[in-house]
């Protein structure tokens, strides 16, 4: 930025100006300052892109890991006793990084096994069994925040921890590009598949589904009937029903389906957390719905 720019200072102090007042507490709270920041946006003082990173760095501090977990029926697992010319082919079709460890009676995660340690033995030692070179699981609670979270994922140079619940039990996993997505959208790479998942089953009354879901999966998971011929999926529903683009936190019920909003931007809804009420019947677990 040019110094004998008075166009840019103007912006620059702009900026400082606003961060400023919410660090000095004349702004009374995050809104505000999402306000100003907003403001500063459709004066094009920051971009759009910018914007969005700051909402998820700070909806990133209020969310929890039961957020944005893969719960236990999603998680690709490796039985600690299986030998490596076993497992071989799993690893490959799932494209995966690291997969938990579980025992013999599938009860409990015992470890980690990295994709990486496997190439050592990939053309010999395929006797070997998974504990023989599994690392230790970091394990950490539900109610855990992405903020805190994120900082122990960058001191430990951990990639993955496995959720428990309050019973200690395994309810999920949570890797650092889950947390990260959150403030930049989504990570797609090589391995990323077409066939996404779109409903996350949290209990048989908690479920969080991606704002992208069309409304005709929602309609077949769920075996309703939410109208469709004006909008195509679950996000652009809500937006309908709310007449606003939502924020993180607002909520709305279309016929007897509780919405939460968990998480939005400046552009549209991300994700949407739905209670059933008691009358509903769940699915068998591990069901799921995808493209």
């Known amino acids: 930025m040019s110094a004998n720019n008075p166009a840019e200072s103007t912006k620059s102090r702009g900026w400082v100006e606003s961060v400023s007042h919410f660090?000095?507490?004349?702004?009374?709270?995050?809104?505000d300052l999402l306000d100003s920041l907003r403001e500063l946006q459709v004066k094009n003082v920051i971009g759009m892109e910018t914007l969005s990173m700051i909402e998820g760095v700070l909806q990133v501090s209020e969310m929890r890991v039961r957020d944005i977990m893969i719960p236990r029926s999603?998680?690709?697992?490796?039985?600690?006793?299986?030998?490596?010319?076993?497992?071989?082919?799993?690893?490959?079709?799932?494209?995966?990084?690291?997969?938990p460890v579980i025992n013999e009676d599938?009860?409990?995660v015992v470890?980690?096994?990295?994709?990486?340690?496997?190439?050592?033995?990939?053309?010999?030692?395929?006797t070997l069994r998974v504990e023989e070179i599994m690392r230790a699981a970091r394990f950490i609670p539900e109610s855990k925040r992405l903020n805190v979270l994120l900082n122990e994922f960058r001191t430990n140079r951990n990639h993955m921890a496995i959720v428990v619940d309050e019973y200690g039990?395994?309810?999920?996993?949570?890797?650092?590009e889950d947390v990260l997505e959150q403030i930049v959208g989504e990570?797609?790479?090589?391995?990323?598949?077409?066939?996404?998942?779109y409903i996350f089953r949290r209990s048989d009354r908690v479920f969080t589904i991606k704002a992208i879901t069309p409304i005709s999966e929602f309609n077949e998971y769920f075996?309703?009937?939410?109208?469709?011929?004006?909008?195509?999926?679950?996000?652009?529903?809500?937006?309908?029903?709310?007449?606003?683009?939502?924020?993180k936190g607002e909520k709305i019920t279309i016929d007897g389906f509780n919405f939460d909003v968990i998480r939005a931007d400046s552009r549209r809804v991300h994700m949407l957390q739905l209670k059933l009420n008691e009358d509903w019947v769940p699915r068998e677990e591990g069901d799921q719905i995808g493209e």
């Open 223 to 247: 075996y309703t009937q939410l109208d469709g011929s004006d909008v195509g999926t679950m996000g652009g529903l809500v937006v309908q029903h709310l007449k606003h683009l939502p924020r």
């Open 74 to 99: 999603q998680m690709v697992v490796m039985p600690r006793e299986a030998d490596l010319a076993t497992i071989f082919p799993l690893v490959i079709e799932s494209a995966h990084s690291r997969f």
């Open 169 to 176: 039990e395994a309810a999920g996993l949570v890797t650092i």
């Open 111 to 126: 470890g980690v096994l990295l994709a990486k340690d496997l190439l050592a033995h990939s053309r010999q030692d395929e």
């Open 187 to 197: 990570i797609e790479d090589e391995h990323d598949q077409d066939d996404e998942v």
């Open 23 to 31: 660090l000095t507490g004349e702004l009374r709270d995050k809104e």
């Open 106 to 108: 599938r009860s409990e």
